[in-house]
């Protein structure tokens, strides 16, 4: 991988290290809202449909697929 084959400045380190944790915490808290209000099998699909059309929009805006 090529960008372990560079030295990392302690700064880049410090933010890609707080995203990830932000990421873990915003997932955990999505989760946590989620099971709180999609309290029945059909409103447990349409949270994951929502959550898949979501990262799909995502990906597709990030020029991804």
Partial sequence: ???LQREVP?????FFSEHFDADERHG???ATVIAAA???ASAQQE???GA?????????????R
Avoid: C, I
Wanted: charged share 15%; glycine share 10%.
């Fill in 28 to 30: 955990s808290n999505a």
């Fill in 47 to 49: 949270a994951l449909a």
């Fill in 52 to 64: 898949q059309r979501g990262g799909a929009a995502w990906w597709s805006a990030a020029g991804r």
């Fill in 1 to 3: 991988v090529a960008v």
């Fill in 10 to 14: 302690d700064l880049e380190l410090e």
């Fill in 38 to 40: 999609a309290t029945t």
